[in-house]
């Protein structure tokens, strides 16, 4: 399962820097140290076209295969995504400088406030 | 019934108080991560002296000769007969009915927000792994807006945009990866997770109720004080700084009154963090300390109480 979905990542790689490209062209293309099937090939990209990765057209009788969205906006979209799960208050993940806000407990700033007043007088 | 009393009083006001003082301790200069351990011990200890207070009142006397059972069926067979059974066997039972039911709730409210988690996570990593560049621990996504978070699990992910790289030195970037990565290995996702649990089952007490909150900053402070120790207070500050103040679209941050005050009101002034075994024997402390509080108000408070009902 985790080795499909590196290989995806692979796949993907592969199409962001040359498309379109069929899947022959794939295969030649990918670096994954040992030779794949061509049919390895073919299922992951049916899996990425599946997902809506991919875009494809038919050529002769293959396809040609061809990112469905730029690296940046497939970037910009995880980070959408990621963004707007992050203000459901299940603890899957933590931003470096963007807390939570109406989780946020005045406790800590209601000290450090008061310190402050005490500071400057 | 006396004893059972204070000790359910015990853990009322530890419940009342201990955050109020751990906040205090951390605002002057107090280790985050000792708050922390002391925070979650003094929650389960307000937990666990409640149970035996409850127990306490259904084993009237406390000689333990009358079991549970039996006072419940001298309860039942009292109401049979029409009368009203003592005021000891009923509120014994009404408590242990109570916590059992928030005993129940938590598991299910832990077990599901559990599941929830691991479908979000894996529905995140799914797009992660396509969409972002892997570097040995760390995903780049190409992306300008400064941005890093960490992903729970284990392994847990740190994903950062290239926007950070560029904006930042590579010493702040450093700094903040290292910051992210405490996240990680102190179990900071599981420690929140927790802090939710707890204060979706009792919500009354403010060490349960505060807890999401106060937490999720304390959780923060802790991994700053993880990067100091590797990239220096500068490096972490001058990151904090730059990242908050360029902000993400459609998400207002407001820069003041937020936590970020308070992390960097720690990264200026605060002290340099202690060393690690020291750490170690903090927390240590303070877990015991907290364990042990509620019995040693409780046994304070009869003390009282016996001194002044009972002038030998």
Not at chain 1, 85 to 99: C, I, N, Q, T
Not at chain 2, 35 to 52: C, D, E, K, N, R
Not at chain 2, 253 to 268: F, P
Request: glycine share 8%.
């Amino acid at each position: 399962m985790h080795g499909l979905g590196e290989l995806e990542a692979a796949v993907m790689d592969v199409l962001w820097q040359e498309r379109p490209l069929k899947v022959r062209e794939v295969l030649d293309r990918l670096e994954t140290g040992k030779k794949l099937a061509y049919t390895t090939v073919m299922t992951v990209l049916d899996n990425l076209h599946r997902k809506g990765w991919v875009t494809r057209e038919l050529e002769g009788k293959a396809y040609r295969y061809e990112p469905a969205l730029s690296r940046a906006e497939a970037a910009a979209q995880t980070v959408r995504a990621v963004l707007a799960s992050s203000g459901d208050p299940e603890a899957v993940l933590m931003h470096f400088a963007l807390s939570a806000t109406e989780q946020e407990s005045d406790l800590l700033r209601q000290g450090l406030r008061k310190r402050k007043r005490l500071a400057a007088s | 019934m006396t004893v059972a009393v204070s000790l359910l009083f015990g853990a009322a006001l530890v419940g009342w108080l201990v955050p109020r003082f751990l906040a205090r301790r951390v605002v002057s200069g107090g280790d985050p991560l000792v708050a922390v351990v002391a925070w979650l011990a003094s929650a389960t200890a307000v937990v666990a002296t409640t149970i035996v207070g409850v127990v306490l009142i259904l084993l009237p006397g406390h000689g333990f000769g009358q079991s549970m059972l039996t006072a419940l069926h001298n309860c039942w067979s009292s109401i049979q007969h029409g009368s009203v059974p003592n005021l000891e066997a009923t509120t014994g039972a009404l408590g242990a009915l109570l916590l059992l039911g928030l005993g129940v709730r938590l598991v299910i409210v832990s077990v599901r927000s559990a599941q929830r988690r691991a479908r979000t996570r894996a529905d995140h990593l799914a797009v992660l792994r396509i969409a972002a560049r892997r570097e040995g621990e760390t995903l780049w996504l190409e992306h300008d807006d400064p941005l890093a978070f960490s992903l729970a699990g284990r392994p847990g992910v740190v994903v950062a945009t290239e926007g950070l790289a560029k904006q930042l030195t590579s010493a702040q970037v450093e700094a903040v990866l290292a910051h992210e990565r405490a996240h990680l290995t102190g179990r900071h996702h599981l420690i929140i997770a927790i802090a939710d649990a707890l204060a979706n089952t009792f919500p009354f007490l403010p060490l349960f109720k505060l807890a999401p909150g106060v937490l999720r900053e304390l959780v923060e402070l802790v991994a700053d004080s993880a990067a100091v120790r590797v990239c220096g207070a500068e490096a972490v500050r001058d990151a904090l700084l730059k990242v908050s103040r360029n902000g993400v679209p459609g998400t207002a941050l407001a820069m003041s009154g937020t936590s970020i005050d308070v992390r960097v009101d720690r990264l200026t002034h605060g002290r340099a963090p202690t060393s690690r075994r020291r750490q170690l024997f903090s927390c240590g402390l303070a877990g015991f300390t907290a364990m042990t509080l509620p019995v040693l108000v409780a046994s304070g408070a009869m003390f009282a109480v016996v001194t002044v009902a009972c002038p030998a």
